[in-house]
């Protein structure tokens, strides 16, 4: 019953019902990384969705002007989450993921997650549509920040 308080928490899983939230926490991986630790890079095979439980991670991607820079390309802090592109797609990370200080986060892999949907393909369904509305929402907000900076540089 905690895990499932504590998924409420998430915004991403904010509206799915108990049971569904149930079938994702029995599926949940904890793992805690330290200061600098990788959590995944760019170009490595990812089939894990991150729930950022405490802590913070940087993600990062190179800048192709230089040899060894990289672009801070976002801070994630609790609540958030990373590894969503890998784990629909099962394509490569697309960036680099490291950890600010001591982070603990909660893992779902999408092996894991197949099974759910196997099991009762009713509530997968209901999950992904869940997910996918809210990474929907993210990337009409990212649109917005993004149509004013391009107005802002000419």
Same mark, same amino acid.
């Given at each position: 019953?905690?895990?499932?308080?504590?998924?409420? #928490?998430?915004?991403?899983?904010?509206?799915?019902?108990?049971?569904?939230?149930?079938?994702?926490?029995?599926?949940?991986?904890?793992?805690?990384?330290?200061?600098?630790?990788?959590?995944?890079?760019?170009?490595?095979?990812?089939?894990?969705?991150?729930?950022?439980?405490?802590?913070?991670?940087?993600?990062?991607?190179?800048?192709?002007?230089?040899?060894?820079?990289?672009?801070?390309?976002?801070?994630?802090?609790?609540?958030?989450?990373?590894? #969503?592109?890998?784990?629909?797609?099962?394509? #490569?990370?697309?960036?680099?993921?490291t950890a600010k200080g001591a982070t603990n986060l909660l893992v779902l892999n999408r092996a894991d997650f197949d099974q759910i949907i196997e099991a009762d393909p009713e509530s997968g369904y209901e999950i992904q549509r869940h997910i996918i509305l809210s990474?929907?929402?993210?990337?009409?907000?990212?649109?917005?920040?993004?149509?004013?900076?391009?107005?802002?540089?000419?």
């Amino acid at each position: 019953m905690a895990k499932i308080a504590m998924l409420r #928490e998430f915004p991403l899983l904010k509206g799915l019902s108990e049971i569904e939230l149930n079938k994702i926490a029995d599926r949940l991986a904890v793992k805690a990384y330290h200061d600098g630790d990788v959590i995944c890079r760019r170009g490595d095979k990812g089939r894990n969705l991150y729930l950022i439980k405490a802590g913070r991670v940087c993600v990062t991607l190179p800048l192709h002007r230089y040899d060894k820079e990289v672009q801070t390309v976002s801070i994630l802090s609790e609540g958030m989450f990373f590894g #969503e592109l890998s784990f629909f797609d099962g394509k #490569e990370y697309s960036a680099d993921v490291t950890a600010k200080g001591a982070t603990n986060l909660l893992v779902l892999n999408r092996a894991d997650f197949d099974q759910i949907i196997e099991a009762d393909p009713e509530s997968g369904y209901e999950i992904q549509r869940h997910i996918i509305l809210s990474l929907i929402s993210i990337i009409r907000k990212m649109n917005v920040r993004y149509s004013r900076n391009v107005f802002f540089d000419h």
